[in-house]
Nanobody, 118 residues
Framework: QVQLVESGGGLVQAGGSLRLSCAAS????????MGWYRQAPGNQRELVAA???????NYADSVKGRFTNTRDNAKNTVYLQMNSLKPEDTAVYYC????????????WGQGTQVTVSS
């Protein structure tokens, strides 16, 4: 059974920083991509950042220059360093892992709340 365990969410003032972590465990297969999505109330879930094998990373335009997505392959862990946070960053953040195991598998974490106060 695959588990994605997230940590690091919380409440922070605008301009502050938070670091999210997501550790993948279990029979996950060969990981291709690790990243983060977020969903604010009333909005669709959107991609925040994702890092593929080889290190190439995509970011949403709204977080470029403020967020950094990194990955520790030895630990099957992905991190999201969030700096200069804004109230509009408030959302539930979900870890996402795409892997190959008897086909393409798409795994999700349970979500962690990030709240940025103005």
């Amino acid at each position: 059974q695959v588990q994605l365990v997230e940590s690091g969410g919380g409440l922070v003032q605008a301009g502050g920083s938070l670091r999210l972590s997501c550790a993948a465990s279990g029979s996950i297969g060969i990981i291709n991509r690790m990243g983060w999505y977020r969903q604010a109330p009333g909005n669709q879930r959107e991609l925040v950042a994702a890092i593929a094998n080889g290190g190439s990373t995509n970011y949403a335009d709204s977080v470029k220059g403020r967020f950094t997505n990194t990955r520790d392959n030895a630990k099957n862990t992905v991190y999201l360093q969030m700096n200069s946070l804004k109230p509009e960053d408030t959302a539930v953040y979900y870890c996402n892992v795409i892997a190959w195991r008897l086909g393409v598998q798409n795994y999700w974490g349970q979500g962690t709340q990030v709240t940025v106060s103005s």
